[in-house]
Structures are given as C-alpha cells and as structure tokens.
C-alpha cells in the first residue's frame, strides 16, 4: 500500500492557567489505500522542555474510529506558566506502518501564561476604599455630619459667602410701610455669631 502521513496542530497557540486545550491528529489516506485502524497516542511535554524528554506532564490515547483519518486528543490544562509541546504518534496496523512525530513539531506548541486579575481603579473622589467617605467632607463617615457630630444641613448659613472669621450672613427680608406708600428692602448684614447666641 502507499504512504500514510500524520498531521497535527494544537487548538491554541496561547491560553492562560487552567483553561483546556488540545491537539488533533490527521491521518491523510493514499489515494485507494484501505482505512486506518488503529490508535493515535498525544502526549505533552512541559512547561519548557524545548526536547521532550522524560516524562510526559500529560497523555491522552484514542482509538482511531469512523473513517479512521482524524483523531481528537482530550484536553489538558496547565496549572503551571510556560511553553508546552504535543507530540502525536500512530500505532500502525496490518496496512501502515507506525508513525511518531518529532518534537517541535509546527502548531504544535502552546505558551500557557499565568493572567493577572484586572486592576480596578480607585474612586478619584475616594482613594482609600477602606475609608469610605460618600458626601466626600474628608472626616471618613458617610453623613453629612460636621467633626463635632452636629447634622450640617446642606442648606444651612454655611452654603452663603463667609464674609469674616466667627460671624455669619443673616439675611433679613422686612417689609417696611413708607410715609408715602408700601415697599420692601432687603437688608443683608453680618452678625457676630455672640450677637446671634445672645
């Protein structure tokens, strides 16, 4: 009979930690030779053994089936980063003889890199996420309390213009009746904070 050749290639030339992969095994026929029979052997070898010698990190062995030419390995997955190498070898049969593929063999090589998990950014307003401060008033509490543990109320004198130190702005609408008809005056005066205790 005529000369039967294997093919290979590996499902991926690069994959992280502990993600499954595999290698696939092509028996291509002489034109009118019988079907194969037979067992295809997938072994690897790794993480950076450029020779492949020793002893394989893992092996899969399938019984060739249907119409014998194509042969899935199962799949393995790493638990260590580096380069790892596939070899598969045909068992023969009455018909053909046995084949065994070199190592480094083209695709059939994957790099298995070990992925770090994505930095989240901090919150810009709040870089210490153990100290949350959601009202962002820098005293590291999620309220709108002052330091002294007063309620500061967000529409309070604070949110008018500071005119001096221990005074605030006291805004007064009167009403007042002129001598010779009604009108209003609007009069704005900063009072010492004493003043308003008093």
Request: hydrophobic residues 25%; negative net charge.
């Amino acid at each position: 009979t005529g000369e039967l050749t294997l093919n290979t290639q590996v499902s991926d030339a690069q994959t992280n930690l502990d993600q499954p992969f595999h290698d696939t095994a092509t028996l291509n026929v002489p034109d009118g030779g019988p079907t194969p029979t037979g067992v295809i052997a997938f072994r690897v070898f790794g993480p950076d053994n450029d020779t492949c010698e020793g002893t394989e990190v893992f092996n899969s062995f399938i019984a060739l089936s249907g119409d014998g030419t194509t042969a899935n390995s199962d799949d393995f997955a790493a638990t260590t980063a580096g380069t790892y190498h596939w070899i598969a070898s045909y068992s023969g049969d009455n018909n053909y003889d046995p084949i065994n593929a070199p190592c480094n063999e083209p695709g059939e090589t994957t790099v298995v890199v070990d992925q770090d998990p994505p930095i989240v950014d901090p919150d810009p307003s709040n870089p210490d996420p153990s100290n949350p401060d959601e009202n962002g008033d820098g005293d590291g509490d999620t309220n709108d309390n002052d330091h002294d543990g007063h309620k500061h109320d967000k529409d309070d004198s604070d949110d008018l213009p500071d005119t001096g130190a221990g005074t605030h702005t006291l805004l007064i609408l009167a009403l007042g009746l002129g001598l010779t008809g009604t009108g209003y005056l609007a009069v704005r005066r900063n009072t010492p904070r004493r003043d308003l205790d008093e």
